[in-house]
């Protein structure tokens, strides 16, 4: 199965760059790399997915390295509101059924 | 749109009661998945419904959780029996799924608490 790890816990000032890197070593070729944010009492909100290189949206980017067994969340330009748990979600296919794996999540907090 | 919805929004039963989690996925969605979040922890995947296939059921935590998927839509998620352990929010998401892993929109949860 594919486990991810992220760190724990990052801080971070207003208007500063953010990367949160996932490792995913077992990451198997049909997998997608999502990332996804959640604040308290909330379900988790959908931030940006890729597959390989990098892909690029109107509130983050994601850098994939060739290999695949990591990925980077970059968000440019944080503020307040950017603080909130980032969850690395790896899609995993194997033994003919699937399994999502979501990381821990990694506790984002912005300050003034 | 309507987004994905949960009912009930929280629940207190009691030990050894059984409890029903419903979910409402948004209309076209044909993929489902539910969730458990302890207090403070991440996401624990429970079981994953794709249209109407038959799911994996190998990823519920004991026998006495099930699921199930009418028409493909609305799922049920049922705890029997019901231990303090169990208590979490549960929280249900529904994509666009074929295959792999697709961006996934989560309900704002079910809230059990087990006394």
């Known amino acids: 199965l594919a486990k991810t790890t992220q760190p724990i816990s990052m801080d971070s000032y207003e208007g500063q760059e953010v990367n949160i890197t996932c490792s995913h070593n077992?990451?198997?070729?049909?997998?997608?790399i999502t990332w996804y944010q959640q604040f308290p009492s909330q379900g988790p909100r959908f931030i940006i997915q890729?597959?390989?290189t990098k892909v690029t949206n109107e509130v983050a980017s994601l850098f994939i390295p060739a290999d695949r067994k990591s990925s980077t969340l970059s968000l440019p330009r944080v503020s307040l509101s950017d603080t909130a748990v980032y969850y690395c979600?790896?899609?995993?296919?194997?033994?003919?059924?699937?399994?999502?794996?979501f990381g821990a999540g990694t506790r984002l907090a912005v300050h003034p | 749109g309507a987004g994905v919805s949960q009912s009930p929004s929280n629940k207190v039963t009691e030990k050894g009661k059984d409890v029903e989690l419903r979910c409402d996925p948004i209309?076209?969605?044909?993929?489902l998945y539910w969730y458990r979040q302890s207090l403070g922890q991440g996401l624990e995947f429970l079981i994953y419904?794709?249209?109407?296939?038959?799911?994996?059921k190998s990823g519920l935590p004991s026998d006495r959780f099930s699921a199930e998927r009418t028409g493909g839509s609305v799922s049920t998620l049922t705890i029997q029996r019901t231990q303090q352990e169990d208590s979490a929010v549960y929280l249900c998401?529904?994509?666009?799924?074929?295959?792999?892993?697709?961006?996934?929109?989560f309900g704002p949860g079910t809230r059990l608490t087990v006394t």
């Open positions: 890729g597959y390989k």
């Open positions: 209309s076209g969605h044909t993929a």
């Open positions: 979600l790896v899609g995993d296919i194997s033994g003919g059924y699937n399994k999502l794996i």
């Open positions: 419904f794709q249209g109407n296939s038959a799911p994996d």
């Open positions: 077992n990451i198997a070729t049909n997998d997608y």
């Open positions: 998401a529904s994509s666009l799924g074929d295959t792999g892993v697709r961006e996934q929109y």
